[in-house]
């Protein structure tokens, strides 16, 4: 990134930099993998660039549905430019079917298609581990109102549903997501972070019999391999359909 640029923040997968208009952050995808909370890393050749095309179309399809997102346009294959946002430290994740922590800890068999979508939220910190917390921890906190953590809660169910529906037109399961959300400078609240397979469940669904085929970071997190020919898989699916 050209030395004239900031870094604001860097994460495990993304650097933020600052931009000439002070309401836009550049978000550059780096090839870096983490998982179990940074305990196993890789890098793959790759990543970086392909999440930020896969989250960039992503972003464009539920902007094209009214969801309000931080994305305002793909800077190069590797780099978007957002609104800058004030990050909610909450993680969203919906699951449509049990898989990874949910059936480690609950009674519930990985593979069960859930009758309805399930909302787990996760305090957004490392240092404790993410932890899974409850609305009332949420407000005890005072990280935001229940009204914004209502109004979050319904455009994370809105967003499943146009995701849902998008990856099945292409083939894909999708089993679980996690979101991220913030402020932007007029204090409106807009879905941030990224949406790709580092932090999607996908399921290939052009499979004969019931095998799982994961086309997501669990083919890191569990170490299967050719992780970088299934994010190219995505990619080339989105682009074909889109
Ligand atoms: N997830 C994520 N970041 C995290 C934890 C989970 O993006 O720090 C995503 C993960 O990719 C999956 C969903 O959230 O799509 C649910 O993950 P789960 O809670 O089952 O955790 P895991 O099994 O990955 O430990």
Redo the contacts with the bound molecule.
């Keep these: 990134m050209n030395d004239k640029y900031e870094l604001l923040y860097e994460g495990k997968a993304k650097k933020v930099f600052s931009h000439d208009d002070k309401d836009k952050v550049i978000i550059e995808f780096k090839d870096d993998a983490t ?3 940074a305990l196993k890393k890789a890098k793959f050749e790759g990543k970086g660039k392909l999440n930020c095309l896969i989250s960039s179309r992503i972003f464009e399809l539920l902007i094209k549905n009214n969801i309000p997102t931080h994305f305002l346009e793909l800077k190069n294959e590797n780099t978007m430019i957002a609104q800058k946002i004030k990050v909610i430290p909450l ?1 969203i ?1 919906l ?1 449509n079917t049990a ?6 800890q609950t009674t519930i068999k990985s593979g069960t298609v859930l009758v309805k979508p399930l909302i ?1 939220i ?1 305090l957004k910190n490392d240092e404790l581990n ?1 932890p899974l917390i409850t609305k009332d921890r949420i407000e005890l906190m005072n990280i935001i109102s229940s009204k914004d953590l209502d109004l979050i809660i319904d455009l994370t169910l809105k967003i499943n549903l146009i995701l849902k529906s998008f990856f099945k037109s292409i083939q894909l399961q999708l ?4 979101l991220e959300f913030g402020y932007n400078l007029k204090n409106n609240i807009l879905l941030a972070d990224e949406i790709s397979p ?4 996908l399921w290939d669904l052009n499979q004969k019999n019931d095998i799982i085929v994961s086309l ?3 083919r890191f ?1 569990n170490d299967l391999g050719g992780l970088i020919e299934a994010y190219s898989e995505i990619n080339r699916r989105i682009n074909d359909f889109i």
Excluded: H, I, Q
């Design positions: 998982a179990f909370n993680e994740v699951r898989y990874g922590s949910l059936c480690k787990d996760y993410d089993v679980d997501f996690k580092d932090n999607c469940r997501d970071k669990d997190r």
